[in-house]
């Protein structure tokens, strides 16, 4: 019986603008998901109970692509640690971890992880109603970090494209980092963020302006990141989350962790797709920002970025 595990991932920068060309750079979380799959007789399971397209959409995608209809069903159990609709990866590591369960499943050995991650995006991409680029489902695959640019570069990874659009991705060394996740609490939806920020740069010129200056900061958050001066990269984290306020996707909470975070911190900045979710700070001093955290309302979690990519147990 395969079991997969995926990590989740934080944004370090760049979410949204990414959806529209822009780079941005992800990475991997110590907090992970577990999908086992078996074959029954019988209809698809999930925990105990029938798959529903309703509340195992991610799981009904996969087997709709990956599993013959004439093969016998599939017995999913699945187990997380990444904490859902917290803009930490959560759906993107489900998809992983049940794609590379799956292949295994049908093709027996370790499935290839440009394979999963390709399934998983194609499954992401079936929930969320085409929106939204491959940079959480490649990261949850991948692992490490990740750096999506419109260029191929070196460490190119795989390429992925939906229409006119083309995400290259990069495999990225993580330097040693620490970051504390401040999550609100309040679920924020992806694709509903994503639609939001479609319909500012639908109405707006200036929503693209303040996009392609994200995809500024990115590139210099990239060169901060390879000098390791934490004091310019906490600086651009504080001014991203600016840009993403902006484009309307920080809620009062997330302002609310971010300012709580930033006296004890580098920087501050939503992660992920907003709306809700969750915040990171950069930081050397984990245990007092973690506690400012707390005492502003959300749940801290110190996590180490840059671990492993999927993998079968
Ligand atoms: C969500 O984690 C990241 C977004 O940029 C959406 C996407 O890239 O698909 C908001």
């Known amino acids: 019986m395969p079991r997969a595990s995926a990590p989740g991932k934080v944004i370090l920068l760049g979410e949204h603008a990414v959806v529209y060309g822009e780079p941005a750079l992800a990475c991997a979380i110590d907090l992970r998901t577990t999908v086992?799959?078996?074959?029954?007789?019988?209809?698809?399971?999930?925990?105990?109970?029938?798959?529903?397209?309703?509340?195992?959409?991610?799981l009904a995608h996969a087997i709709r692509a990956?599993?013959?209809?004439?093969?016998?069903?599939?017995?999913?159990?699945?187990?997380?640690?990444?904490?859902?609709?917290?803009?930490?990866?959560?759906?993107?590591?489900?998809?992983?971890?049940?794609?590379?369960?799956l292949l295994a499943l049908r093709d027996g050995g370790v499935p290839a992880e440009e394979a999963v991650a390709r399934a998983a995006y194609d499954a992401e991409w079936g929930v969320q109603g085409g929106r939204g680029s491959p940079t959480d489902?490649?990261?949850?695959?991948h692992?490490?970090?990740?750096l999506v640019d419109k260029a191929a570069r070196e460490g190119l990874l795989w390429a992925i494209e939906r229409g006119p659009r083309r995400w290259n991705l990069h495999h990225f060394d993580v330097p040693d980092l620490r970051i504390v996740v401040g999550n609100t609490g309040k679920r924020g939806r992806t694709a509903d963020q994503v639609a939001k920020v479609a319909r500012?740069?639908?109405?707006?010129?200036?929503?693209?302006?303040?996009?392609?200056?994200?995809?500024?900061?990115?590139?210099?958050g990239l060169s901060a990141l390879r000098a390791k001066d934490a004091e310019r990269l906490g600086r651009i984290?504080?001014?991203?989350?600016?840009?993403?306020?902006?484009?309307g996707v920080s809620t009062p909470e997330l302002d609310r962790l971010c300012q709580a975070a930033r006296a004890t911190s580098y920087g501050a900045k939503l992660t992920?797709?907003?709306?809700?979710?969750?915040m990171i700070a950069l930081t050397d001093k984990s245990e007092a920002t973690a506690?400012?955290?707390?005492?502003?309302?959300?749940t801290p979690y110190v996590v180490t970025p840059g671990g492993a990519g999927v993998r079968l147990e």
């Open 36 to 58: 086992s799959a078996s074959a029954r007789d019988g209809p698809h399971r999930v925990n105990g109970q029938p798959l529903s397209d309703h509340h195992h959409a991610h």
């Open 66 to 101: 990956l599993w013959p209809a004439d093969r016998p069903g599939v017995d999913f159990t699945t187990e997380g640690r990444v904490p859902s609709a917290a803009g930490l990866g959560s759906s993107a590591a489900l998809s992983v971890a049940t794609c590379a369960s």
């Open 137 to 141: 489902t490649t990261t949850c695959a």
């Open 143 to 146: 692992g490490h970090g990740v």
């Open 200 to 220: 500012f740069v639908g109405k707006s010129g200036f929503a693209m302006e303040v996009i392609r200056e994200i995809g500024g900061l990115v590139r210099d």
């Open 237 to 247: 984290f504080d001014r991203d989350h600016n840009l993403l306020t902006i484009l």
């Open 272 to 278: 992920g797709s907003g709306g809700g979710g969750s």
């Open 291 to 298: 506690e400012a955290i707390r005492k502003a309302g959300g």
